[in-house]
């Protein structure tokens, strides 16, 4: 996590380092992975997390789905991180204005029965959040990183290391005008 996020200051502040990138590298990891994070994030084009965290080959294990959302594949995806390539940290991103949540807002707003699987898995936090004070887009895309994270950390794959404390989940909302990540507690 100390390593995410001193990239993600890296990246911010335009110092990037782009570590691991090199030929060498390349060849190093070619005889196997050993990345030090599971990053979960959103598809869009703004963030890649290699780029955001100042990160290079083989360090990130990286599972990227519209909405940042933790179906069925998506965990057994990052339990393959965790239980073959050694990951104890995973973050769940999220970020503003996400395309995917918005469309999950309008659809609820419109009561829309019959949504496709992304949307169904976004409308528990819609459904969450409708009607608390402030935009609802942020506060429907802060409540799915919360919700992830707690589907993550219930999993029967991946609970029992969470309950042992082997295994970190944590959770944090990307600022497409900073380039920031805010760490969210699992809690509000
Ligand atoms: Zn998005």
Redesign the pocket.
């Known amino acids: 996590l100390k390593l995410l996020l001193e990239g993600n200051q890296r990246f911010v502040a335009g110092k990037l380092e782009h570590p691991n990138q090199t030929p060498a590298r390349r060849a190093e990891v070619a005889k196997g992975q050993h990345p030090f994070a599971a990053v979960l994030?959103?598809?869009?084009s703004r963030?890649p997390p290699e780029i955001i965290f100042d990160r290079g080959l083989g360090d990130l294990f990286v599972v990227r789905v519209?909405?940042?959302v933790a179906d069925r594949v998506v965990i057994e995806s990052l339990d393959y991180s965790v239980k073959h390539l050694g990951v104890r940290v995973v973050m769940v991103l999220?970020?503003r204005?996400?395309?995917?949540?918005i469309a999950a807002v309008e659809g609820h707003e419109e009561e829309e029965k019959d949504v496709g699987p992304m949307l169904k898995e976004l409308d528990p936090a819609v459904a969450a959040t409708k009607g608390m004070p402030g935009d609802p887009v942020e506060n429907a895309?802060r409540a799915n990183v919360r919700l992830v994270m707690l589907n993550l950390a219930t999993s029967s794959e991946l609970r029992a290391m969470v309950i042992s404390g082997e295994l970190k989940i944590v959770g944090g909302i990307y600022d497409l005008d900073t380039g920031t990540i805010e760490m969210l507690r699992a809690k509000e």
């Open positions: 994030a959103c598809s869009d963030t519209a909405g940042n999220g970020h204005r996400c395309g995917a949540v895309v």
